[in-house]
């Protein structure tokens, strides 16, 4: 029998999916036949748009990942409004550069309040319906410098350090209910948020002359994997973080 990835009558619900990444993989998703829940601060409809011409049913939920107490109602909106909640993908996601010594504490709070605290609130949620149906993929998008110490990003650096091992900790708790837990962790992409070392000639050069694939990564690299991760393929994979890296932590 042919290996085939179906997602239809799977609700997916996507943080961050205006643009980069995350547009990147709600659009995969969306093309595996899953309707999206867009989560998201403007009221901008092209990705919604672009997922209905797909002909797959596609709402926004507006959330400010910064406000807390929005974000615990963002789950059983969605659950309301389209009746299921399938596939939960953590893409959402904030940097600040400092040095360290000089780093403030209200952009230490943003950063850990968007990348860890609004990501554990949305998989508990997530979680509460996903362990009573027994059937369920969480997928957060961790990072390399959940591996790696980065520099001049500490707050990103421990964000995404900790959403590793929060990845691996509800694993270990949700697996035998039928929960996938996972984390995807991109390599260098040309995205938005790495724009002030694509625009630095020495640091980008240092970057691309270490990745083995001899490029930087394209958002559309994600699909494959997250679609995979969203699937019933990847049933027995429980804790695991996916690199996407053009083989970068292989160097």
Known sequence: MAIQINLENKVAVVTGATRGIGKAIAIGLAEAGADIALIQRSTDITVQEEIKGLGRNCEIIECDLSDLKRVREVIPEVKKKMESVDILINCAGIQRRYPAVDFPEHEWDAVIDVNLKSVWILCQEAGKIMTTQQRGKIINVASLVSFQGGILVPAYTAAK????????????EWSSLGVNVNALVPGYFATEMNTALINDPERSKQILDRIPAGRWGDPNDMKGAAVFLASSLADYIHGHLLAVDGGWLAR
């Open 161 to 172: 350090g900790a959403v590793g091992q929060l990845t691996k900790e509800l694993a270990n």
